[in-house]
């Protein structure tokens, strides 16, 4: 396998240890838990989204685990404004706060609170599973391109987190381009859902969910591609990856670096398992691997 030169990483304005970043909505939900990702060998951290009103969620059961991956309709819980003493000792660190909102005002106001406490946001556009939120907003490119443009107003790295559920991604992400998006990132979770045939009813509290995991991969890999093709701006591919190669086969289709979620369920260590197969002294300069499979 390709083995990476060791260094830090400036991407998208957000200066990291390594290529490797916590995905937002797994162990990104207090300030202690952050720290423990960095200090386990995470490169930087997103944390869990955050939007303009707390709320509990959506009933249970919220999580059913697959085969393959996790599919999950948690409907973005979250505490609101009062996340922000979770972020109060984290400043400094590579944290990047996912935000959330029903409008560019709102995405704006949310982020406008923790301005000063972390390294950049992250606009969670692409969420399947929240009404009003998410990917009910983040299919339209002029909403996406307002929505990116009120929160870069801030003059703080941000990225945009895209839903593969469309059908021309390269033009949500060039929307984002022009909203002033430092990055984007590909891809949320995948529209799905599972019927229990012995209860005759949908597995989760909410019928519908988004699919994570290793069986969605191939899809996030696509689409890193195709967005490598169409945007100016980095693209940070999320979607399965679970070892070392998956991050170098990333890398190849266009990703200057990786997020990692559901992996992280079953192996907490997994960043620093993967760091330690990925960095060799010597190794390949990341800008000869990143989009090399385009020719």
Same mark, same amino acid.
């Given at each position: 396998?390709i083995?990476l030169?060791p260094?830090?990483? !400036?991407?998208?304005?957000?200066?990291?240890a390594?290529?490797?970043?916590?995905?937002?909505?797994?162990?990104?939900?207090t300030g202690?838990?952050i #720290?423990?990702?960095?200090e386990?060998?995470a490169?930087a951290a997103?944390?869990? *989204?955050?939007?303009?009103?707390?709320s509990?969620?959506?009933?249970g059961?919220c999580v059913?685990?697959l085969?393959d991956?996790?599919l999950?309709a948690m409907?973005?819980?979250n505490?609101?404004?009062?996340f922000g003493?979770?972020?109060a *000792?984290?400043?400094?660190?590579p944290?990047?706060?996912?935000v959330f909102?029903g409008?560019?005002?709102?995405?704006?106001?949310?982020?406008?609170?923790?301005r000063?406490r972390?390294?950049?946001?992250?606009l969670?556009?692409s969420?399947?599973?929240?009404e009003?939120?998410?990917a009910?907003?983040?299919?339209?490119?002029?909403t996406?391109e307002e929505?990116?443009?009120a929160v870069? !107003?801030?003059g703080?790295p941000?990225?945009?987190k895209l839903t593969?559920?469309?059908t021309?991604?390269?033009?949500?992400?060039q929307a984002a381009?022009?909203g002033?998006?430092t990055?984007v990132?590909?891809?949320?979770t995948?529209?799905a859902?599972r019927i229990?045939?012995?209860?005759?009813l949908?597995v989760?509290?909410?019928?519908?969910g988004g699919?994570?995991?290793?069986a969605i991969?191939?899809?996030?890999v696509?689409?890193v591609?195709?967005l490598?093709?169409s945007v100016?701006i980095?693209?940070i591919?999320?979607?399965g990856?679970?070892?070392?190669?998956?991050?170098?086969?990333m890398?190849?289709?266009?990703?200057?670096?990786?997020?990692?979620? *559901?992996?992280v369920?079953e192996n907490p260590g997994?960043? #620093?398992?993967i760091?330690?197969?990925?960095?060799r002294?010597g190794?390949?300069?990341?800008?000869?691997?990143v989009?090399?499979a385009?020719?």
């Amino acid at each position: 396998m390709i083995r990476l030169v060791p260094g830090t990483v !400036s991407l998208g304005g957000v200066e990291m240890a390594n290529h490797l970043v916590l995905a937002a909505g797994i162990l990104g939900t207090t300030g202690s838990s952050i #720290r423990r990702v960095l200090e386990a060998g995470a490169g930087a951290a997103v944390t869990k *989204s955050i939007g303009p009103v707390a709320s509990a969620g959506h009933p249970g059961p919220c999580v059913v685990e697959l085969g393959d991956g996790l599919l999950n309709a948690m409907g973005l819980p979250n505490p609101s404004r009062e996340f922000g003493t979770e972020l109060a *000792s984290l400043k400094g660190l590579p944290v990047v706060a996912s935000v959330f909102g029903g409008t560019p005002e709102e995405f704006r106001k949310v982020a406008s609170w923790f301005r000063d406490r972390v390294a950049g946001f992250e606009l969670n556009l692409s969420c399947p599973h929240a009404e009003g939120y998410g990917a009910a907003i983040g299919t339209d490119p002029g909403t996406v391109e307002e929505c990116t443009r009120a929160v870069a !107003s801030l003059g703080l790295p941000t990225w945009v987190k895209l839903t593969p559920n469309v059908t021309d991604l390269p033009v949500i992400g060039q929307a984002a381009q022009r909203g002033g998006a430092t990055a984007v990132v590909a891809v949320n979770t995948v529209r799905a859902m599972r019927i229990s045939t012995e209860l005759r009813l949908p597995v989760l509290g909410n019928r519908y969910g988004g699919l994570s995991g290793r069986a969605i991969f191939p899809i996030a890999v696509r689409c890193v591609y195709e967005l490598y093709e169409s945007v100016e701006i980095p693209v940070i591919g999320v979607g399965g990856i679970a070892t070392a190669e998956d991050v170098i086969e990333m890398m190849m289709a266009g990703a200057s670096a990786v997020q990692i979620g *559901s992996a992280v369920r079953e192996n907490p260590g997994i960043f #620093r398992e993967i760091a330690g197969e990925l960095y060799r002294p010597g190794g390949v300069s990341p800008e000869e691997i990143v989009g090399c499979a385009h020719g």
